[in-house]
């Protein structure tokens, strides 16, 4: 896809940010976000969108398996493709200040690959 083709379909996007959030559940024993932190993560991001009346469109969802199990608990906002992860409800809440309402990536708890 060239250069010109890309900015033309960022720009038709439904949502300014879309979070979305792992809420994999694996097997016993094996490291993994889990399903129980990522649905609870899910809803207070979408109770702060909600409150926070924003002028930007944004959207919050489960997701399945985000492949950074290692880092998890994870989320991944686009269209940036920011990953963060070892993610607490401190650090959800900052993400979503920081990030999501004032457009800076919280480096501390961003995912480097």
């Given at each position: ?36 932190f990522g649905m609870e ?23 399945g398996c985000l492949d ?46």
């Amino acid at each position: 896809m060239g250069q010109s083709a890309f900015l033309h379909h960022s720009a038709s996007m439904k949502y300014d940010k879309h979070i979305f959030v792992c809420t994999n559940q694996k097997a016993e024993g094996k490291k993994c976000c889990g399903e129980e932190f990522g649905m609870e993560t899910v809803n207070r991001l979408r109770a702060k969108i909600k409150e926070a009346n924003l002028p930007i469109q944004v959207r919050a969802q489960r997701a399945g398996c985000l492949d950074v199990c290692a880092f998890g608990p994870a989320l991944v906002v686009y269209p940036e493709g920011t990953f963060y992860g070892s993610l607490t409800t401190e650090a959800v809440d900052r993400i979503f200040e920081e990030h999501i309402c004032a457009g800076k990536v919280v480096e501390e708890l961003e995912i480097k690959f």
